[in-house]
């Protein structure tokens, strides 16, 4: 059975940094695109970041490049994202997800982590 | 950036009635269109994949249909369990994008 299980998400203050990550379980991690996805609190869905399975290649939303890096540990089975410059349109519950390699659309997903930028 | 649409913004149903949604990008996006649908305090659920493909374990009464730029997401008889929140979600260009969102609700 496919589990993702985000964690790292809370409060953090304008300017700041946080890593989430979302431990995988149940496929071969190392074979599939994994992306996150986030969600703001009453809004819709808005794509992040994907990366690759080998890890060589990533991707980003106009709206975090730069400030945020999609990064995986085949040997943990494990996603991260590492956000730094944080801004209050930035709070969100993040969720990472599995998408079907290379195909560009998402057959899991995690629970989320909510992030919340606020001082 | 391919922009998408959705319509309507609202959908008051009753259970048994048939639901039909819309979602339109602002340039083709060939076959590439996903539908998910997203129930409160949930993660979203995969629907329907390249416009028409019902993922797995999806009931027979979601069916999509389209290409191109326009794409309709059909509930043929709405059941309890299915209002909710739906969003489509183009896989045809980077960056990916979602729609707006379609809220489906018990009339």
């Known amino acids: 059975e496919v589990q993702l299980l985000e964690s790292g998400g809370g409060l953090v203050q304008p300017g700041g940094s946080r890593r989430l990550s979302c431990a995988a379980s149940?496929?071969?991690?190392?074979?599939?695109?994994m992306t996150w996805v986030r969600q703001a609190p009453g809004k819709g869905l808005e794509w992040v970041s994907t990366?690759?399975?080998?890890?060589?290649?990533?991707y980003y939303a106009d709206s975090v490049k730069g400030r945020f890096t999609i990064a995986r540990d085949s040997s943990k089975n494990t996603l991260f994202l590492h956000m730094s410059s944080l801004r209050a349109e930035d709070t969100a519950v993040y969720y990472c997800?599995?998408?079907?390699?290379?195909?560009?659309?998402?057959?899991?997903w995690g629970q989320g982590t909510l992030v919340t930028v606020s001082s | 950036e391919v922009v998408l649409t959705q319509s309507p913004a609202t959908l008051s149903l009753s259970p048994g009635e048939r639901a039909t949604l819309s979602c339109r990008a602002s340039?083709?996006?060939?076959?590439?269109l996903v539908w998910y649908q997203q129930k409160p305090g949930q993660a979203p659920r995969l629907l329907i994949y390249?416009?028409?493909n019902r993922a797995t374990g999806i009931p027979a009464r979601f069916s999509g249909s389209g290409s191109g730029t326009d794409f309709t997401l059909t509930i043929s008889s709405l059941e309890p369990e299915d209002f909710a929140v739906y969003y489509c979600?183009?896989?045809?260009?980077?960056?990916?994008?979602f729609g707006q969102g379609t809220k489906v609700e018990i009339k």
């Open positions: 340039q083709s996006v060939s076959s590439y």
């Open positions: 149940g496929f071969t991690f190392s074979s599939y695109y």
């Open positions: 997800a599995k998408e079907r390699s290379g195909y560009g659309y998402y057959d899991y």
């Open positions: 990366i690759t399975g080998s890890g060589t290649t990533t």
């Open positions: 979600q183009q896989r045809s260009n980077w960056p990916r994008t």
């Open positions: 390249d416009a028409s």
